[in-house]
Structures are given as C-alpha cells and as structure tokens.
C-alpha cells in the first residue's frame, strides 16, 4: 500500500521486506499486507499465485477445527508499517459499529467487522495515544484562552450560568462541543491557536511542535485541536500496544509490525485529506479507556515473545532466534503467517524445507509443525489465533 506518509524509496522497511525487483526512490511504501482482506490479499507462489483465499477454500483444513467452526476464514491482517510522516487521528468501531456504518456507507467502510489490533514497535515509534486525562478544560483555557470563546456557547444553558456548568465539562465534552462547532469558527480558532504559539519563545511541549508542524500542512483541520488533547507516546523497539475499539490514535513516525482482525474500517478525525467522519467520533469520545495501561503484558519462551491481548482473532509473536540455534515450534490446530525481519536461517517441517531470509514470507496451515534454525542471528514476526497453551 502506497499511501504518502509511507516512508520513500529504500529507507522503507516495507520496500526491503516486500521482495520488489525495482525501487523507486520517489515512491512511498507505506504499509505489506498479509493476509485475504480484499483490499490488498495475499497471494500464494506456491499456488501458481493464487490468492491466500482461494487456497484456503480449496483446503479449509489449513485453518484448523476451531478457526472454520469459529470464523469461516482467517480472521486475522498481518502488516509491516513504515512510517515517515503522521497519519490521520483514528479510531476503530467495535463490531456493532462497524456493521451499522458498512451497511450506511460501504465505500467508507469496506467491511462489517471490528478492528482492535496490536502494534509491536520494530524501531523507535512515536504516536498520539488517546485523551490526556490530566488535561483539565481550566488548563486548557489555561494555555489557549482562544477555545474559551467556542466553549461559552457550548456548556451554557438557559438554566445555569457557564462558569457553573464549566466545573462540570470535561476535556471529552470540550472536544464534543467543539466537533459541533462552525467550520468558520474552527478556522479562526485554529488561526489564533497557532499564532500564539508561534510567538512563543522556548517552548518545549511536543504536541505545540507537532500542532504547528501540521498547521502547515492542514491549516482548517479541527484534528489539529485533539493534538493538543492528546498523550504523545515512544515505544522503544520490542514495545507492543493495544489499540481497542474506540481508542483514539495517531502513529507519526517509525516502523511497526501490526496485527488485528481481518477489517480495514477507520474512522478519522483529523490530520488527512481523506473522508473524515466527526459525527461518528464524536459518539466515541466518551469510550475512551484511561484506566486500561495501552502497553500489552509480553510473555516470552523458546526465543519467542508473545504479546498478550484481550483479542479473540489474533496474537503476534516475535520471534529472536540466535546464530547457530535451532527451536521446534509445535503447531496447535490454527493457522499462522511468518515474515522474516533479518538474518538466514531455515525451517524444516515434515516434508518441506525453505531457506529463510529477509523478506521471507509464510503461510503455515493448522497442525503443521516446523523447525526453524539459524545461521545468522534471526528475527520474525509471526500472527495466528490465540489458543489455550499459549506460546
């Protein structure tokens, strides 16, 4: 997928896994999907490049007992991300969602599934995650006194004054108030927000830098404000999040390996040229969950860390196995997809053996076990179900 924040050229982590014979170094390459979302599927070299879905139909034992009872089809997207410049502010609908809006508006919305997914930093990531909740509305009108001229109309009523209602307004109602504000207005806000801080001198507030970083870009987009309500977040490599339904998001720049139910659903908010559905967010403000730590529990065995989630559909594993090291890995009845990060290796199953190096990409059907040693130092990443004995 060669969306315009993907980084360019042969700095792409994506370009290097994706086994292209010519890289243009003008293009961007975003994002690799593995998987049968329709969008972007997954064919098979094996097969004569037929399409993952297609093998899977012809042989639906590759999914296992549990995942064809349970699901009918892989219900999971492998992707590599690398990044180079912010993408839209975003959230996921939960599965209830996503169906109502499908069946509203199936170009904006492709499919009828939810889409919770982890992220497993593979360099330094930096993003925007959810609502700051030690961001009081005083603070607020604290350092943007501008917003308190939209804030008067929206929390005053006819049977209270504003300055009672205020005490009660919280950061997510100052951002409902303000999706229902006047195009206009949002636009002399945002005018007023950015001179202010472009005359002041020695500050240091990240999310101030990345807000008149993107003014520039989208000086009428009101995703700039939930910029400045946001936490900005780094993930050191190794680092896994979990991003579940609702949950407010950026990622602005690194590479990533993801996860997630096989949907390509977004809601955006800002930060984009592409369609932004404000009324939907605004009825997913108040979903926001402050008091879940977004980090994932990792658990790790047999040079295999497993990132744990509250996810039915999926699980990611990395996979650092060490020159000169061989580990068996035991196949419980789900499928798994396998990429290779770095180093040579091999992986030997019953009747077949393939020579493993960056770029290399697997799907391993249900039940089917398999060795993996290295000659280098090997990393992977690999998606599957979750199952009961864990890793």
């Known amino acids: 997928m060669s969306y315009d924040w993907g980084q360019k050229g042969e700095l792409s982590l994506v370009a290097q896994l994706a086994g292209l014979k010519h890289i243009d170094r003008a293009a961007s390459y975003a994002e690799l999907w593995m998987g049968v979302h329709p969008n972007c599927p997954s064919r098979v070299i094996e097969e004569s490049g037929s399409y993952l879905s297609e093998v899977i139909k012809r042989d639906p034992s590759l999914l296992g007992e549990y995942v064809t009872q349970r699901w009918g089809e892989l219900p999971f997207l492998l992707k590599i991300l690398s990044i180079d410049k912010p993408l839209s502010i975003q959230a996921h609908p939960d599965k209830s969602l996503a169906d109502t809006l499908h069946r509203k508006d199936p170009e904006n919305y492709p499919d009828s599934n939810h889409k919770p997914e982890i992220a497993v930093a593979l360099s330094e990531l930096q993003l925007l995650y959810g609502l700051n909740k030690q961001l009081s509305v005083q603070k607020i009108i604290e ?121 390509d659903n977004v809601i955006r908010a800002g930060m984009t040229k592409k369609y932004k559905d404000l009324n939907t967010l605004k009825s997913m403000i108040d979903r926001q969950n402050h008091s879940m730590d977004p980090l994932c529990r990792k658990k790790s065995k047999d040079f295999t860390t497993c990132y744990e989630s509250p996810a039915e ?32 290796g091999n992986l030997e199953s019953a009747d077949r053996s393939y020579l493993l190096e960056k770029g290399t990409i697997l799907f391993v059907g249900a039940g089917q076990d398999y060795a993996i040693s290295a000659t280098e130092d090997l990393k992977a990443i690999r998606g599957t179900v979750p199952v009961l004995t864990g890793v």
């Open 143 to 263: 350092v943007y006194p501008n917003i308190e001229e939209v804030l008067i109309d929206a929390v005053s009523s006819a049977s209270g004054s504003y300055q009672n209602n205020l005490a009660e307004v919280g950061a997510q109602e100052l951002l409902k108030a303000l999706i229902s504000t006047p195009q206009n207005q949002i636009d002399k806000l945002l005018m007023k927000i950015e001179k202010g801080l472009s005359q002041k001198i020695g500050f240091t507030d990240e999310n101030q830098k990345l807000f008149l970083n993107q003014f520039s870009i989208y000086p009428s987009d009101i995703g700039l404000i939930f910029i400045l309500f946001m936490n900005l977040m780094v993930l050191n490599p190794d680092d896994g999040l979990y991003l579940g339904p609702h949950q407010l998001h950026a990622y602005l720049y690194g590479d990533l390996a993801e996860c997630m139910a096989n949907s």
């Open 313 to 344: 559909e999926f699980e990611i594993h990395k996979i650092d196995l060490p020159k000169s090291r061989t580990q068996k890995y035991l196949k419980p009845d789900v499928p798994e997809i396998l990429i290779i990060l770095s180093g040579i």
